[in-house]
């Protein structure tokens, strides 16, 4: 017979794994109720329970039965990552209706409690299910996608700058100004420079629409062009430059 698995609680009551029946007094019997996993551990007999008689108890009287070897600790299990619906985006998480596993203290401290999350129930699942269901079939208004939000969250705080070469006349397209944006934000269908054409340096704008929804406006830079120096050659640049102090004292 294979080592019947046991479970201990930390009182030190014993509690055999599956259908367990303990006996009252007056012959009635009841189910034996488990504790929470949190305080239990695991253990197996040491020595193997000799098979029995068909119809009756198997003989565990003998006291090298109750000794028993520890197979794991419940507590120091770890925990399992929390399961939750978002019902509002979240940057760096998710968006509205998303499915997502966190971790246990940031959806409860975090999402939560501030009613941007649900727990993922059936029921839930069911409302969120047939809610993505109308909205890809354009009854509901679309929403941001996660990299859109984080497009957007950039260019809130980027500043494009332009640089020009020197030449009598020149005009700032706005084919131009699209391909200036790095970090591989595309923007050619959304990038307005403003109506009229930029011919002069200074600071204008332009607005960037992202996947249609969200519009922002961007500063624009236009500058004469200047060739890329690495920091060295910049560092060394203005150890050789003087002071404005130093070069008044220097004046004949």
């Known amino acids: 017979m294979a080592l019947r698995r046991l479970t201990w609680c930390l009182r030190g009551s014993c509690f055999l794994e599956g259908e367990v029946q303990m006996k009252l007094k007056g012959g009635v019997q009841a189910g034996l109720a488990s504790p929470q996993s949190r305080q239990r551990v695991v253990v197996e007999r040491w020595w193997k329970v000799p098979l029995s008689k068909k119809g009756r108890e198997p003989r565990i009287k003998h006291p090298r039965f109750r000794v028993f070897r520890l197979v794991e600790d419940l507590k120091h299990r770890p925990k399992e990552p929390l399961e939750l619906i978002l019902t509002e985006p979240v ?16 959806g409860r401290n975090h999402l939560l409690f501030h009613n941007r999350a649900v727990y993922a129930s059936p029921e839930n699942k ?4 047939e ?3 109308l909205r890809e079939e354009g009854k509901l208004p679309r929403l941001q996608s996660h990299s859109g939000m984080k497009t957007v969250r950039f260019l809130k705080n980027c500043t494009l700058e332009i640089g020009v070469n ?3 006349q020149w005009e700032l397209t706005k084919e131009i100004v699209c391909r200036h944006f790095l970090r591989n934000v595309s923007a ?3 990038a ?9 340096l200074g600071s ?6 992202v996947n249609g929804l969200d519009t ?8 004469p062009f200047a060739e890329p120096k690495s920091s060295s050659q910049r560092l060394r640049l203005a150890q050789k430059e003087p002071e404005p102090a130093e070069r008044e004292v220097g004046k004949p």
């Open 91 to 106: 940057e760096d998480v998710g968006n509205r209706g998303e499915t997502v596993f966190v971790h246990r203290s940031f």
């Open 126 to 129: 069911k409302l969120f299910e």
């Open 131 to 133: 809610e993505n269901r």
């Open 166 to 168: 020197e030449c009598d």
């Open 188 to 190: 050619p269908p959304g």
């Open 192 to 200: 307005d420079s403003p109506e009229e054409p930029i011919t002069q």
């Open 204 to 209: 204008y704008w332009c607005d960037v629409t």
């Open 216 to 223: 922002v406006r961007v500063p624009l830079s236009v500058q």
